[in-house]
């Protein structure tokens, strides 16, 4: 075994473990900065895989601003907490069903392919990835910025003020 | 040599696992949409290591165009959470628990 691969199942360990806890915190503001810390092990997993471009944006975009946009919303939000069990036993068979069902089908298709061959150590550098998405996929860059552009307006007309008039109309 | 490619995507396929069962389980809309992101990082784990794996740029654009996704949907789906809350006061995604604040008998 090799430092990066034992590097890799750190990280491994790490993203699972954190992500396992985030998803069974009653307490959302812990949920989020678990999930922080996952996204944190998913960057530095990115860099491990030769991405470095993508693990900063993995610490900008994700663990930076969806994380804190989620941290303002529960703060925001007056949410009275839920006194019901985590996991009611209702939804708790359909999702452990849906659970091995997955798991099975996950180790069928994995289990035995390029076993014996690991992955080889390469680093897209930024300039080459950025070039090479610039080529390559200008359409989709041009998609994406309208993408982008049409959530704005979005977020702007759903998120508006309610005007008194309006409220009266209900 | 860092890993087989197997292992990577047995570590995506187990945090899309529990980004699922997040958004089947959890009883509120903010968790659901978190659940979402755990999914979509899962994927872009995968693309990379696929990436990787066949030493060609295309996964690591593709894991870029899912952080674009991942953060419009995050935006817009929030703002909706916001409107939703504002309008019955909850954000429990079931439909008989809406109407509690209007009529707190039912």
Redesign the interface.
């Known amino acids: 075994m090799?430092i990066?691969?034992a590097i890799?199942?750190l990280l491994?360990a790490v993203?699972?473990a954190t992500?396992?806890l985030?998803?069974t915190r009653r307490n959302?503001v812990h949920?989020?900065v678990y999930?922080v810390v996952?996204?944190f092990g998913?960057a530095l997993?990115?860099y491990?895989?030769?991405?470095p471009?993508?693990a900063a944006?993995?610490v900008i975009?994700?663990a930076g601003?969806?994380m804190v946009?989620?941290l303002f919303?529960?703060m925001?939000?007056r949410?009275e907490e839920?006194k019901?069990q985590l996991?009611p036993l209702r939804?708790?068979i359909?999702?452990a069903v849906?659970?091995v069902g997955?798991?099975a089908v996950?180790a069928a298709?994995?289990?035995?392919?390029?076993?014996?061959?690991?992955?080889?150590?390469?680093v897209?550098l930024p300039a080459?990835?950025s070039v090479?998405?610039f080529r390559?996929?200008w359409l989709?860059v041009e998609v994406?910025s309208m993408?982008?552009l049409?959530?704005?307006v979005?977020?702007l007309v759903?998120?508006r003020p309610?005007k008194p008039d309006e409220t009266a109309d209900k | 040599?860092?890993?087989?490619?197997?292992?990577?995507?047995?570590?995506a396929?187990?945090?899309f696992?529990?980004?699922?069962?997040?958004t089947?389980?959890?009883?509120?809309l903010?968790?659901m949409?978190?659940?979402l992101?755990?999914m979509l990082?899962a994927a872009?784990?995968a693309l990379?290591?696929a990436?990787?794996?066949w030493?060609a740029?295309d996964g690591?654009?593709m894991?870029?165009?899912i952080?674009?996704?991942?953060?419009?949907?995050?935006?817009?789906g929030?703002?909706?959470?916001?409107?939703v809350?504002?309008s019955t006061g909850s954000?429990d995604p079931a439909l008989e628990n809406r109407s509690a604040p209007e009529n707190p008998s039912a």
């Open positions: 090799t990066y691969s890799f199942y491994a993203i699972v992500t396992a985030a998803i959302m949920a989020v999930l996952s996204f998913s997993l990115f491990l895989l030769g991405a471009f993508l944006l993995e975009i994700y601003a969806i946009l989620f919303i529960v925001m939000l949410i839920s019901r996991f939804q708790w359909p999702a849906i659970c997955y798991l996950l298709m994995i289990s035995g392919i390029e076993a014996d061959r690991p992955v080889q150590i390469a897209a080459a990835f090479w998405v390559q996929g989709v994406a993408l982008l049409v959530t704005l979005g977020a759903i998120g309610v | 040599m860092i890993v087989p490619y197997s292992h990577i995507l047995a570590l396929g187990i945090v696992l529990l980004g699922m069962i997040c089947v389980t959890r009883r509120n903010i968790l949409l978190l659940g992101e755990i990082n872009a784990i990379v290591g990436s990787l794996r030493m740029m690591q654009a894991a870029l165009f952080v674009v996704v991942a953060a419009g949907e995050v935006s817009l929030l703002a909706l959470i916001v409107c809350h504002r954000v």
